[in-house]
């Protein structure tokens, strides 16, 4: 894996910065602040996902603030130059689902994401602008994509790790209904400037927990533990090698004004006196497929490059990886050129531990 494609296997969309809620958590800058993407941006970026679309799967994903807050009307207005050649994929807090909306995503074929973060005890830093607790209006959402027979992932952010919250967590998420299930684990990033430095074996015996709950009941596509075993699958097969893209997912984010951040949809909308505003261009001024064709001259993709082959020559978990994800390291390190980060030790490193640590556990040696 060198360098960045030229072509991204799916597109990041703003339709607003605007977020209803407010958790204690987001890294999102402009959360507050209605600024709503013209139907030209989305004209501009549809125009360039045509000729990727047409020669294989392609995907656009509505991401925010909350992508619903800038409502039916003018979603349906920036979907509408992307025919029906893409498939759209929504991030949502879910408190503005109703049957209105669901009537929505089966019209557009939208396939829906709900943030959620477990049991209402484990919800409370989802809150409303008010500051009050966003779990009912969550659960209201929730129901009415079940109503509507709807499958839809789940994405959960962790803050502490702690004996036993895998299991409760994975219990939760099966009776909830989703099919795909993502953790994160809580991220220094944007204006969340909370550490997410964690014990080292809280957090890998959370992973350790989280396979063996997955394992006793795996109706869920649980995103991190398939991506470990797929590399577990490949280092025993001698494949290893093959499993990471010859080249970066470029993976475009399109800010609300057209300006597009590559790798990592949390630079946008920040600035930094060496780095400037992180964009690569405008889709409003610039073809994206241009845009993407330079993105490696620009100066912190350059560096953050630069760092992803120092942990190539330093990390053993490289292969499994890929060298991290650069707002990780903008936002822990300041820079785009170091190795490790907490993030990468929770969500990459202490990941795969954990999986092998299950595996030690509870495989018994052949006879
Ligand atoms: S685990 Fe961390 S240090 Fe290792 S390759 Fe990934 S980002 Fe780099």
């Known amino acids: 894996m060198r360098g960045i494609a030229a072509v991204p296997s799916y597109v990041v969309m703003q339709p607003t910065t605007l977020c209803n809620l407010d ?4 890294y999102l800058p402009l959360r507050a602040v209605d600024q709503r993407m013209p139907v030209a941006v989305a004209e501009a970026v549809a125009t360039a996902v045509r000729p990727w679309a047409a020669s294989g799967r392609f ?3 509505w991401h925010g603030g909350e992508p619903l807050a800038a409502g039916r009307e003018h979603l349906a207005a920036l979907l509408a130059p992307f025919g029906p050649a893409v498939e759209h994929h929504v991030q949502t807090n879910a408190t503005l689902i109703d049957d209105a909306w669901c009537a929505f995503f089966v019209e557009h074929g ?3 994401s709900v943030s959620v973060d477990g049991p209402r005890a484990r919800n409370g830093e989802r809150v409303t602008r008010g500051g009050r607790p966003a779990y009912d209006r969550i659960l209201t959402g929730v129901a009415a994509l079940r109503r509507h027979g709807l499958p839809f992932s789940a994405l959960a952010v962790v803050s502490r790790p702690e004996p036993g919250l895998a299991t409760e967590l994975y219990d939760y998420f099966l009776d909830l209904g989703c099919d795909v299930l993502g953790i994160n684990i809580e991220e220094t990033e944007g204006v969340n400037t909370r550490t997410n430095a964690r014990d080292a074996a809280s957090v890998t015996g959370f992973w350790a927990e989280l396979v063996g709950a997955w394992r006793r009941d795996p ?5 991190e533990v398939e991506w470990s075993l797929r590399y577990a699958g490949a280092v025993l097969a001698g494949t ?3 499993l990471l893209p010859r080249r970066l997912d470029p993976i475009p984010t399109v800010g609300h004004d057209g300006s597009v951040v590559v790798l990592s949809p949390e630079l946008a909308g920040f600035s930094d006196p060496r780095y400037g505003d992180f964009s690569s261009g405008n889709v409003l ?4 497929a241009e845009i993407l064709a330079g ?8 560096e953050f490059l630069t ?3 120092a942990c190539r020559s330093s990390c053993p978990y490289f292969g499994f990886c890929g060298g991290g994800h650069a707002a990780n390291r903008y936002f822990e390190l300041g820079r785009f050129d170091g190795t490790e980060t907490e993030h990468c030790r929770n969500s990459k490193i202490r990941l795969l531990e954990g999986v092998l640590e299950h595996a030690r556990d509870h495989e018994s040696p052949a006879a």
């Open 23 to 26: 958790c204690v958590y987001c």
């Open 59 to 61: 995907s656009v994903v």
């Open 110 to 112: 939208i396939r829906v």
């Open 219 to 223: 109706r869920i596509h649980l995103r």
């Open 240 to 242: 290893a090698d093959d």
């Open 285 to 288: 001024t610039t073809p994206l």
């Open 295 to 302: 993105a490696g001259r620009t100066p912190w993709v350059g």
């Open 307 to 309: 760092g992803v082959e």
